[in-house]
């Protein structure tokens, strides 16, 4: 049994968050994948530090690097060890927010908040007894060269997963980033805004997976979103149409290309809450299903 298992931005949130994530990594030896985003709120200020005039963009940089190191000064992680990993992602901010902003800069300094988010997660799983390995996705989810929403190449990244990812799993639990990728020439991409739901598809195809976790803040898709509408219900299961009609109109728990590796190779998803992943019901792996929690 192969589960990927992705957690958006509100489920590394803070210290706590992460610690969470690791506790349902550790407690569920399906999961063999994890694919992050970036911490909460960070993609944004990413985007802010090109809008900036060069003189603001170094507090702006400032102000990312400090949300990250307060966050793994409550992770009780090993000082040396951390830094050696992180540093050299801080200077990569320093170096391109002083550059001119173009589409594939601007992928570059925005890939950095999922590097850094899923390089606190693997230290933080090794801290919890995960035999965790951190994967750069840049090097498995090769794309074209339409910056900002770059379209995936599949058969690449079927080849590449099946040659770097499989020997791994026999060992270790892999950690790898949501939102990214690379040209074939190693120039960094993106798959557009919410992205890293459609990575972990892009995953879940090209290893084929069983099992597809979606892990967010709400305990699964509801008839209009929650965090507006206070009497939304959980929909206790969807079929593909339905979900896509859902996303497409705004519904942003999943991102709409989701579905379609899934549907390809008939991978159920499941969309659970970080905060509550016991709530959940039994799996129908039937083709064109979406299974959803059930409170
Ligand atoms: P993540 O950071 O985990 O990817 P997102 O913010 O992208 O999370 O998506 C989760 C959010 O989607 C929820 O907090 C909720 O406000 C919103 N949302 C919008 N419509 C729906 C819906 N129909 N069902 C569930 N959540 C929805
Ligand atoms: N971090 C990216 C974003 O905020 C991708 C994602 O969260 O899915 O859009
Ligand atoms: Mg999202």
Redesign the pocket.
């Known amino acids: 049994m192969l589960v990927v298992a ?6 590394v949130g803070n210290a706590q968050a992460f610690k969470q994530v690791a506790n349902i990594v550790h407690n569920n030896i399906k999961i063999r994948v994890v694919v992050l ?1 970036a911490i ?1 709120g960070v993609t944004n200020k990413l985007i802010e530090i090109f809008k900036q005039p060069y003189n603001n963009r170094k507090n702006k940089c400032l102000d990312i690097i400090s949300l990250h190191e307060n966050i793994i000064s409550q992770l009780q992680l090993n000082k040396n060890k951390i830094t050696a990993l992180t540093q050299p992602l801080f200077n990569e901010l320093f170096i391109i927010s002083k550059l001119t902003a173009t589409k594939s800069l601007l992928d570059q300094l925005l890939s950095v908040g999922e590097r850094l988010s899923s390089m606190i997660m693997t230290e933080v799983l090794k801290q919890y007894d995960v035999r965790a390995i951190f994967v750069d996705a840049r090097n498995l989810i090769i794309t074209d060269d339409y910056f900002g929403k770059a379209t995936p190449e599949l058969n690449e990244i079927k080849f590449r997963c099946q040659d770097k990812i499989i020997p791994l799993l026999k060992e270790h639990i892999i950690v790898t980033q949501g939102f990214i990728g690379s040209t074939a020439e190693g120039v960094t991409t993106t798959l557009g805004r ?1 992205g ?2 459609y990575s972990a598809a892009l995953f879940a195809e090209a290893l084929n997976a069983n099992l597809l976790e ?5 305990k ?9 509408i206070p009497n ?1 219900q959980v929909i206790p299961i969807l079929s593909f149409n339905m979900m896509e009609r ?1 996303s497409k109109s ?6 709409p290309d989701t579905l379609f590796p899934c549907v390809r190779m008939n991978i159920p998803i499941m ?1 659970k809450s ?1 905060f509550a992943p016991d709530i959940t019901l039994k799996i129908l792996a039937n083709n064109c299903l979406l299974i959803t929690s059930k409170v």
């Open positions: 992705k957690f958006g931005g509100t489920s985003s909460s919410g890293s739901d979606i892990y967010t803040d709400v699964g898709v509801y008839t209009g979103d929650p965090m507006l939304a859902l705004g519904a942003k728990v999943l991102h969309v970080t």
